[in-house]
């Protein structure tokens, strides 16, 4: 009896070790396939996106997207042999949660460049630069001197919670008023607070105004005589972490502006400018 008891005992210690070794060896299978393993294998970059003309661009009536993001994403993924599915729109202040919850593999609207942005999300390689301006009502003529007439206690600038440019309105103009936005919130939603009234100023480049000036009743000048209020360079992002994907994105980046292809792209928006590389 002594013996069938020890013997027992042992067997259910082999199989609960048996079923310990299988648990850890399933999870540390899928745990252990990096983003760069599954673009290899499936052939595919998974994109998250903003849709934020004319970066990139949505006809309604077709359904095929344009702009700088589309043309740099295409040639990235040619360059390494994949190719590209828009798979989910996000926000400029939640893009991380997709990636991070593996809804895809990147934020392939290029996002500003900053110390915020870094400690959420590896930035790729930039693409491309552009400037930051302040936005008012163009019969609003407070700002025109500079910035520092915005910088007042009376004055509401309207940010995108969780994106640079919070960071840049508490910054510069500690004294004004914030008015936090959804994370979700479009170019058009983020301009109608101020042709509505509800905030003074926003932040933004000039193609995006220009663009929505053109269909606008009520349209937005660049406060302190057009000048930036800060220069951005752009990058895709990935999750934290995947710095194979990261290097692999990099080097094909610098391929492309070896090649030439990245400035033939460039060239074709000329809101932009070529990035400054370290």
């Not at 661009?57 to 740099?72: E, V, W, Y």
């Not at 509401?156 to 994370?183: H, M, T, Y």
Request: aromatic content about 10%.
């Amino acid at each position: 009896m002594k013996h069938a008891f020890w013997k027992s005992l042992v067997l259910l210690g082999l199989l609960l070790s048996g079923l310990a070794a299988m648990k850890e060896s399933s999870q540390r299978s899928s745990r252990d396939e990096t983003v760069l393993e599954r673009v290899n294998r499936t052939g595919v970059i998974r994109c998250g996106y903003v849709l934020w003309p004319p970066y990139l661009t949505l006809d309604l009536s077709t359904g095929q997207k344009s702009g700088i993001a589309f043309d740099f994403m295409a040639a990235l993924a040619d360059e390494m042999g994949l190719r590209v599915e828009w798979v989910e729109e996000t926000g400029w202040g939640n893009f991380q949660e997709g990636l991070n919850t593996h809804r895809y593999d990147m934020m392939c609207s290029p996002v500003w460049v900053s110390g915020l942005r870094a400690r959420s999300a590896l930035l790729v390689a930039p693409i491309y630069e552009n400037g930051l301006y302040a936005f008012a009502r163009a019969d609003d003529d407070r700002f025109q001197a500079g910035f520092d007439a915005a910088n007042k206690s009376d004055i509401k600038i309207a940010v995108v919670e969780g994106d640079p440019s919070q960071a840049v309105r508490r910054a510069r103009f500690p004294d004004a008023q914030e008015i936090a936005l959804s994370p979700s919130v479009d170019s058009g939603q983020l301009m109608l607070n101020v042709t509505g009234r509800k905030a003074d100023i926003i932040f933004d480049n000039l193609s995006a105004v220009e663009r929505f000036n053109r269909g606008s009743t009520m349209k937005l000048h660049a406060i302190a005589k057009q000048t930036p209020v800060r220069m951005f360079s752009n990058a895709f992002a990935v999750k934290l972490g995947e710095t194979e994907f990261k290097e692999a994105l990099d080097s094909s980046i610098a391929a492309l502006f070896k090649g030439g292809v990245a400035v033939r792209i460039i060239q074709k928006y000329p809101s932009v400018q070529y990035p400054t590389f370290p």
